[in-house]
């Protein structure tokens, strides 16, 4: 076998077509080309030399010969096959080959290798432009519709699957407007700009303007479309319609004369007043009249004064003047009618012309400014800084009082300039282009000062001389303003930030963004997941802005976190910049965990508002009857000598007493606020609880064990309150063990609050615990899993109420197992919580003391009139607040006391017109109610801050109010 020396690179790619022709004995007779680099012998077998020849390939049809490298063999075989396809080849170097043999006449062979690179190179430049097309693409059969191919852009707008079948005509909304298309196609080969309603996969309706191309591939018939989606402008151009219909219609309603012209000084509209203002040329009035035309005709038929005799200097007139500047101008009819004509030029290039007939307005004074006069006036009262100039010599030929201010009173422009050639760059820009828009200068002021200024010119002629009209603008200030803004985004405590919307690239950032990110050169480094910024640049791309955008970020120390990105998107320099702040939310998402973690309790505390509601209407109705009951009781308990008399006075004061406490327990239960606070040894509380709630279960196999540290510091609360919260729970925790058999122990301990300003009661069990669906429930009121009479459901809901009052929390520990375990945390007392110093004892004396009592339940006046009287009190009874307003006229009283809810004038009316008619008895006042709990009434004890008792009151508890009044004091509250 010939050896053979390896080619140089340069060689080999150069190379274009490279042949071997070897006779009918498979032996080399002639090589060219890459084989030439071959050492071969005319001799050598030809299939030696192409072996070694495959040995230089990477790849052969998609194949890599390095990891199978039998397939060398196999394509050696196929090549020297005479009917065998051409093979495209890949050397490693990246370059390709197309290798192919065929016979020739003698009975030799000819194998050809032939450089392929352009080629391959076109078609990979095509596929990539295909698949990375804007607009979307696809290709189809002509007879059977099957979609061949679809672009991405056309997947993505369609909402299909890549590898998802489909025929064209299942795109289109109405399959005759696709027949239609196809029919044009056939007969033209072409179709542009057709607009079609189609639909997405998902049933979205798209409206697309399209072009079509039908070409014939391989014995097919194709064709190929391109898109554009345009429902936004379909929906747009619906929108304009109607607002063009409203404005039609508006222009119609208005009492002037309206006439719109475009940019070609052509009619596109008028109203139908405008031609009843211009009847003389009312047949002309229609839309596409000319300008021009319609000016030289109404000169000629006479129909203004000022224009007879001097037509075409008039029409010339309105023609220039009429058009290019914004003015109001009268126009005198011959017919001896006037109008006011106003012609304004639109953005589009066109103008409007309105008029208004001003016959009966017109002024008796005639209008005697010219044009240089009112243009003089105008520039006289800006504030723009005006100068013009002579162009050659910077001569001054006019100047505003603001450039008189700006630049003193110097006779030359020039003397404006720092540098000569500072004027003549203005100069030279003016002539190129005939204007200069923001032109740049540091200029000298009238005190010869430097500023930077912004000047804005245009070249004229002024009295055959080409002058330079200027206005300047000082833009000290605006600088100012920019370094400003530049220091407030700077000292913005907000990460704030401008990037090239394509490349990322930072373009300004404030130190609270390279605080937050570190000191990075491109914002894709943000991202924790590329593919966050693409969605996010889609959105804001699509809407211009975005807002609160939620993603995950990584900071500056290389640890993720959640962020909420607004950006706008804007064009700076030409290129899309997006403006946006970063705001960590890694505070606000613990904020919310631990808010969602306190819904739970929320909920709790609505739930016993109004069970609270409940508790205090029933109270309220009880309270009247329980009033009496027990004061009567009381009373002859305090009279009575006989044993057996005052043995069942006893159980009717008991009974009586029960019921009342009953009442003060549901009140207890409904207000917010407990009723007696002092400082307590939680320690002995928890003694007391256990103590009571274990006695009788003795002899039971069950356990009842506290816990207590002894430093637990003291806190501010209601003893019996808490006591009885306790030993709720604790029978609560016996009924499910003994109800149930499991379990045989319960455990009642204390502990220091975890944030040290509360003490932790902890009442648990290793009963059968509280099935995981009914825990949200157990602090419902009314809510048991006890059998009918065995309990009422407001034991768990009284708890939770007490513990709330005394602005503590209550909950059931759900991880607790097995059992049950329910914590109880209570604030713990400061140093402001000090016991109340004992009470100055009142004086007792009732002599000469008079009392009125106002009460609508004439038992219950009647029992508290019983009652001071005996203490020696002089009484007088009203039944309501307009009946005591009636005695008070005529009779002074010590003390007044009064019920709060009475029908016509009740307990506010009544303090009302005390405090404007008798200021001195209304410090006298006190309230004696069974509603403490209603709003009105709240606010009304609130804002009088007069002493009240809650109905049932005892006799002793009433003695103390009147006696604390006659001494100043506010007993009852």
């Not at 001896?336 to 307005?361: E, M, Q, W, Y």
């Not at 010869?448 to 000082?474: M, N, Q, S, W």
């Not at 010590?894 to 001195?920: H, Q, T």
Request: with cysteine.
């Amino acid at each position: 076998m010939a050896t053979h020396a390896q080619p140089a690179e340069s060689s080999a790619d150069e190379q274009t077509t490279s042949m071997i022709r070897a006779d009918s004995d498979g032996h080399v007779i002639e090589v060219n080309g890459e084989f030439a680099d071959l050492t071969v012998s005319c001799s050598e077998p030809a299939c030696d030399v192409l072996r070694n020849y495959l040995s230089r390939f990477g790849s052969i049809e998609g194949m890599d010969l390095t990891v199978d490298a039998a397939a060398a063999a196999n394509f050696l075989d196929i090549w020297q096959r005479p009917d065998s396809d051409a093979l495209e080849a890949r050397t490693g170097h990246g370059n390709w080959r197309l290798l192919s043999s065929c016979p020739e006449p003698s009975g030799g062979m000819l194998f050809l290798s032939v450089n392929i690179d352009r080629k391959k190179q076109k078609t990979e430049l095509a596929d990539f432009i295909l698949e990375n097309h804007p607009l979307p693409l696809w290709t189809n059969e002509a007879d059977t519709g099957n979609v061949v191919y679809a672009n991405p852009a056309a997947n993505r707008l369609y909402k299909v699957k890549v590898d998802q079948g489909r025929r064209i005509g299942e795109f289109f909304s109405d399959r005759d407007a696709n027949r239609e298309m196809l029919r044009k196609l056939q007969k033209r080969g072409t179709v542009n700009q057709y607009a079609v309603r189609t639909k997405a996969e998902d049933g979205r309706e798209i409206w697309v303007n399209g072009s079509a191309t039908l070409a014939n591939f391989e014995g097919r018939q194709l064709v190929i479309s391109a898109i554009q989606d345009v429902t936004d402008r379909k929906e747009i151009e619906d929108d304009n319609r109607r607002a063009r219909d409203l404005l039609r219609d508006a222009i119609e309603s208005l009492s002037e004369g309206f006439a719109l012209y475009d940019d070609d000084r052509r009619l596109i509209m008028c109203n139908t007043r405008y031609k009843e203002m211009n009847h003389a040329v009312a047949d002309l009035l229609e839309p596409g009249l000319d300008w021009e035309i319609l000016m030289r005709e109404t000169a000629r038929r006479g129909i203004y004064a000022e224009a007879i005799g001097r037509e075409e200097e008039w029409v010339a007139d309105r023609l220039v003047n009429g058009v290019e500047y914004i003015q109001d101008f009268e126009l005198a009819h011959t017919d001896g009618t006037c109008s006011l004509v106003s012609v304004h030029p639109t953005n589009l290039g066109g103008f409007v012309v309105t008029r208004t007939d001003i016959t009966a307005k017109k002024q008796a004074e005639s209008v005697e400014r010219d044009g240089d006069l009112l243009v003089r006036r105008v520039l006289d009262s800006g504030p723009a800084a005006v100068v013009m100039a002579r162009l050659g010599d910077g001569e001054i030929i006019y100047r505003s009082p603001a450039a008189v201010e700006l630049f003193g009173k110097a006779k030359s422009a020039k003397e404006f300039y720092i540098s000569p050639l500072d004027r003549a760059d203005y100069v030279t820009t003016i002539l190129s282009d005939g204007r200069a828009d923001d032109f740049k200068l540091t200029l000298f002021n009238a005190k010869g000062e430097h500023f930077p200024g912004a000047l804005y010119g245009r070249l004229a002629e002024y009295k055959g001389d080409e002058v330079v009209v200027t206005t300047t603008i000082d833009l000290t200030e605006q600088n100012e303003a920019d370094a400003l803004i530049r220091r407030v985004l700077e000292a913005c405590p907000v990460p704030i930030q401008m990037t090239n919307a394509d490349t990322g690239r930072l373009l300004f950032r404030s130190p609270e963004t390279t605080a937050l990110f570190g000191p990075v050169d491109s914002s894709k480094s943000y991202y924790a997941d590329a593919g966050e910024r693409d969605a996010y640049l889609i959105k804001l791309r699509k809407n211009g802005w975005v807002n609160d955008h939620r993603v995950q970020l990584i900071n500056g120390k290389g640890k993720t976190f959640w962020g909420s990105v607004s950006a706008r998107l804007i064009d700076f320099k030409g290129e899309d910049v997006i403006v946006s702040n970063t705001r960590d939310m890694t505070g606000e998402l613990a904020l919310q965990e631990e808010l969602s973690s306190q819904r739970e309790m929320l909920f709790q505390n609505e739930k016993m508002s109004a069970l609270g509601e409940l508790l205090a209407g029933v109270a309220h109705e009880l309270n009247n009857p329980l009033s009496i009951v027990v004061g009567h009781a009381l009373m002859l308990r305090e009279e009575a000598s006989d044993p057996d008399t005052l043995r069942r006075i006893e159980k009717i004061s008991n009974a009586a007493e029960r019921s009342a406490k009953i009442v003060k327990t549901f009140l207890a239960m409904a207000r917010q606020q407990p009723a007696r606070m002092e400082k307590i040894d939680i320690q002995s509380v928890i003694a007391t609880a256990v103590d009571v709630a274990g006695y009788g279960r003795q002899g039971e196999k069950l356990e009842i064990n506290r816990t207590l540290p002894e430093d637990l510091p003291e806190i501010v609360a209601d003893a019996d309150q808490i006591t009885q919260v306790i030993i709720n729970l604790v029978i609560n925790a016996e009924q499910a063990i003994g109800g149930s058999g499991i379990g045989d122990r319960i455990g009642v301990s204390a502990r220091l609050g975890r944030s040290d300003d509360s003490v932790e009661i902890i009442v648990e069990d290793n009963g059968p615990g509280v099935p995981d669906k009914i825990k949200g429930r157990v602090f419902e009121p009314f809510f048991t899993t006890k059998e009918v009479g065995d309990g009422t459901g407001i034991g768990l809901a009284f708890c939770h109420r007490i513990i709330h009052s005394h602005g503590g929390h209550i909950w059931l520990d759900p991880d607790h197992a097995p059992g049950c375990r329910f914590i109880i945390a209570l604030p713990l007392a400061t140093a402001a919580d000090g016991d109340d110093e004992e009470a100055d004892i009142p004086s007792r004396t009732a002599s000469a003391r008079r009392v009125l009592v106002v009460d609508d339940e004439p038992d219950v006046a009647e029992l508290v009139a019983e009652i001071l009287k005996k203490e020696g009190f002089a009484v007088d009874l009203a039944a309501s607040g307009a009946e005591a307003l009636q005695q008070l006229e005529g009779q002074s009283y010590d003390v007044v006391l009064s019920d709060l809810n009475m029908p016509g004038v009740d307990g506010r009316g009544l303090f009302e017109g005390m405090k404007n008619a008798y200021p001195d008895m209304a410090k006298r006042v006190a309230f004696i109610t069974g509603d403490t709990m209603g709003a009105a009434s709240q606010k009304l004890l609130k804002e009088t801050n007069r002493p009240h008792l809650e109905k049932p009151v005892s006799p002793a508890e009433l003695r103390e109010l009147v006696y604390g009044i006659l001494n100043g004091g506010e007993r009852g509250k």
